[in-house]
């Protein structure tokens, strides 16, 4: 059985071409098509990896995220407009279908461009908040490229997640040399609220704020927000695992920042530049490139000694012993992998019914593992109570595509000829022997009564008159 789900898996991975899990259609909304010269090693990259890409303008008539009721892209990449609403197709209220219908989205902000408003409700339903005036300026008097920022100290040196998360350097900064930094100019910081699918990726040096610059003063009184409060780079997976960046800097991702340019910190060291690497991750794990997670098979079945090895079975019994393995893979580019749990984590079975009866961490399980795809299982026994149950694995990691498997047995009661008897309970031995004295006794008692004879005793004579 995993033997056939494996190849018809294997066969389906072969016949997909497109480099992303979704699908290869990217739209790009720029303020003018001519736009995308600034951008074109960026968007160069994309399309050598497989998308297709096609560019509008926010007043085109033909734009529209959806036809027929169906996505029409399988991704959009928002880059800043000078327009302060961006029309009819592409308000607040499509863009949420759009993630609904797991469609992905790349935004890029600019402080010298004022962010749409139709973007800024959009992000403000996922909690995620700008500066009042929407041309909020990050700087940092501290961590800055002397060479083109003297002044303004408005091109941040930021280092690589590598150094500074260990939870998302897999993703966003395995491959970041040492000494790198990424150069974030003249961008624009966010505020997370507290939801759980929100994760920033990259946060603000302790000494940067943002203000804005139209407002600048000797002293800056009144700020947006400061230090890691701002998030430069965020990051949002939906329940269905659409995602959503929202990066802070859109020259970032312009050619003059690419192919390791130059920097100069304020110690006067030169280092490289980490952010075409950079960027290949953030818009990789945003089109679900990276970070995706499958399921290749489930199998449960009984594991006692003598029982018929069913593959999932529909119905089991109290008290049997059983065990299931869950088998996944993680989608890197453009091939499938094992995905090897980090060692400070676990996948978790659990077996409910209203509330979780067991909750176990799996283990790995070499058996049934591949280079492919990676096994983990666990061994139980039922609990004693009959019922509709579920066998539910509900991992969900930051960065990491969300896997909810949930597969519904029935647990019935023992049959009468499969209750043990009641000599082979050594428990039971007392009462029995209870039993059989009290019958013993009973037996004896009737036949002492039955087989014994009457006194014998002298007869009363008759008195006559």
Known sequence: MRSLLSLIVFLFAVSVSAVSTTGNRLLAILDDVADKDNYSKFLGDLASRGFDLTFETPKSESLALFHLGERKYDHVIFFPTKTKGLGPNLTPNILVQFLNANGNVLVTLSSGVAAPNSLVSFLAELDIQLPADRTGLVVDHFNYDTASAADLHDVLLLPTPKTVRSDIKNIFGAAAPADSVIAFPRGVGAALGASELLTPIVRAPRNAYSYNPKEQAQVVDDLFAAGEQLSLVSSFQALNSARLVLLGSAELLQDKWFDEAEVTKVDGKKVKTYNREFAKRISAWTFQELGVLRVNWIE??????????????????????????????????????????????????????????????????????????????????????????????????????????????????????????????????????????????????????????????????????
């Open 300 to 465: 449960h079945h009984l594991s006692e000694e003598g029982a018929v090895n069913v593959s999932n079975p529909k119905i089991y019994r109290i008290k049997n012993k059983v065990s299931y393995t869950i088998s996944l893979s993680e989608y890197t580019y453009d091939s499938w992998s094992a995905f090897n749990v980090p060692a400070n984590d676990a996948i978790q079975l659990e077996f409910s019914m209203l509330s979780p009866f067991h909750r176990l961490a799996l283990e790995f399980d070499k058996a049934h593992s591949t280079k492919d795809a990676a096994a983990y299982s666990a061994e139980f026994v039922l609990p004693d109570q009959h019922g509709i149950f579920n066998f539910k694995v509900n991992y969900k990691r930051p960065f990491l595509s969300n896997v909810e498997e949930k597969n519904t047995v029935s647990v019935r009661h023992m049959a009468h000829n499969e209750w043990p008897r009641s000599f082979a309970i050594s428990g039971a031995w007392p009462w029995i022997s209870g039993i059989g004295v009290t019958v013993v006794g009973w037996v004896a008692f009737c036949a002492l009564w039955l087989y014994s004879a009457p006194p014998k005793g002298k007869k009363e004579s008759k008195k006559t008159q």
